[in-house]
């Protein structure tokens, strides 16, 4: 597999043919020299205090001595959890090392930098491309939509590309469709949010929520973990977002309106984006987010212990 780095696709000289005799050219969407428009892929895994991480550290019993101090992305995410297998971020840099997606960007904290530096020594990552935010505790955190900020001015070039931004500590199921995606994403006027409906034993409090317009796929409303009573939908969305190149100067105009570090997180911004015109500070036009729901849910969301993890792998 080339890597993130390269290009991706190169063109053969065909023979002169008449022109009479050839068929239609297929239509291709606009972009340089006729290919589908450019996208990056931004994983993040810069959190601090994860409860998993906590949780192995403070194990007794011997079994998961080799995991200690290991970020959660970088757990095991098959096999056995003794540190052997496949991690759960080497599974996404396999889903998203692909032609279509022209280069992959991780960005990380100051603590486990180097953790991730070696990791894209020994799995063919670009070290270049791994974004360090220089917060070393929770209480210093710039917040996702900060983070993913700072990638776009620590890169520019990034500005002229699409953007899908993941999650790099969730897990996925084996028969996930990115392309499916990516195919959703192309079709629409706007980006777009994963979701999946959540089942009953799971608290739409501890999630974002989404309400979503059946018939147009649009996002109506989104809620960062909202109170019981406010919304009756059991749609959550995961950190796995497609942004459109024109959505990203967006990015800067709602970090200036929004300083409090629990405004900057991805929930709050789509929120935002999808606000009522009588909303405080609301972008200035009607912004298209659109949902796809997946059938299948991602596992280790956001705070997961080791009984979730256990259950996963």
Not at 264 to 283: K, N
Request: charged fraction near 20%; proline fraction near 7%.
């Amino acid at each position: 597999r080339r890597s993130a780095r390269r290009a991706r696709t190169h063109h053969g000289n065909e023979a002169s043919r008449n022109t009479n005799d050839m068929e239609p050219p297929p239509i291709r969407s606009p972009s340089k020299e006729g290919q589908p428009p450019r996208m990056v892929c931004v994983i993040f895994v810069a959190g601090h205090n994860d409860l998993l991480e906590s949780e192995i550290a403070s194990d007794v019993s011997g079994r998961f001595d080799k995991l200690k101090g290991v970020p959660k992305a970088l757990l095991p995410a098959a096999a056995s959890a003794d540190g052997s297998g496949s991690t759960i971020l080497g599974r996404w840099w396999n889903l998203v090392n692909t032609r279509q997606i022209l280069e992959v960007f991780l960005v990380t904290n100051a603590n486990k930098f180097k953790y991730y530096e070696r990791w894209a020594t020994a799995n063919d990552f670009p070290v270049e491309n791994i974004i360090n935010d220089g917060t070393t505790s929770a209480a210093s955190r710039m917040g996702s939509v900060a983070d993913l900020d700072l990638v776009l001015r620590s890169k520019p070039s990034i500005a002229e590309s699409d953007v899908m931004v993941v999650a790099g500590d969730m897990i996925f199921s084996n028969d996930f469709d990115i392309s499916g995606v990516q195919r959703f994403f192309r079709e629409k006027q706007g980006d777009v949010a994963v979701y999946y409906e959540l089942p009953p034993q799971e608290q739409s409090s501890s999630r974002g929520i989404i309400e979503v317009d059946p018939r147009t796929s649009l996002v109506t409303s989104f809620y960062e973990k909202p109170t019981e009573g406010v919304t009756s939908s059991r749609f959550a969305s995961v950190v796995f977002y497609m942004f459109r190149r024109t959505s990203l100067p967006l990015l800067a105009t709602y970090l200036a309106a929004h300083p409090a570090i629990e405004q900057r997180v991805f929930g709050s911004f789509l929120a935002w984006l999808v606000a009522p015109p009588a909303s405080p500070t609301p972008p200035a036009v009607k912004h298209k987010l659109y949902g796809m729901k997946l059938a299948t849910a991602f596992e280790l969301i956001g705070q997961s212990g080791l009984h979730e993890y256990l259950a996963c792998v």
